[in-house]
Nanobody, 114 residues
Framework: QVQLVESGGGLVQPGGSLRLSCAASGSIFSIKAMGWYRQAPGKQRELVATITSGGSTNYADSVKGRFTISRDNAKNTVYLEMNSLKPEDTAVYYC????????WGQGTQVTVSS
């Protein structure tokens, strides 16, 4: 089992920045990739960004150039740096770790509003 704990969400004005963190614990060996998804009210959960164990990254088109995913292997933590935030970025953000199956965190709310 892998346990994931997200933090860093909150309320921010349009154009502002936030950094999300996801700390992994438990059976973290052989995690192939970690990433972030988000789900806005009334919408399906969607991919935001992923990073493999080798450091390769992938981003949704809607966040390219604004969001950056990174990982600190020593701390077993993945980060999502979010800049130039827009109201449409408002959602619950979920951390995911992929082994043979996916493990999900509980989610952290991000609200972009003036």
């Amino acid at each position: 089992q892998v346990q994931l704990v997200e933090s860093g969400g909150g309320l921010v004005q349009p154009g502002g920045s936030l950094r999300l963190s996801c700390a992994a614990s438990g059976s973290i060996f052989s995690i192939k990739a970690m990433g972030w998804y988000r789900q806005a009210p009334g919408k399906q959960r969607e991919l935001v960004a992923t990073i493999t164990s080798g450091g390769s990254t992938n981003y949704a088109d809607s966040v390219k150039g604004r969001f950056t995913i990174s990982r600190d292997n020593a701390k077993n933590t993945v980060y999502l740096e979010m800049n130039s935030l827009k109201p449409e970025d408002t959602a619950v953000y979920y951390c995911v770790a992929t082994k043979i199956k996916d493990y999900w965190g509980q989610g952290t709310q991000v609200t972009v509003s003036s």
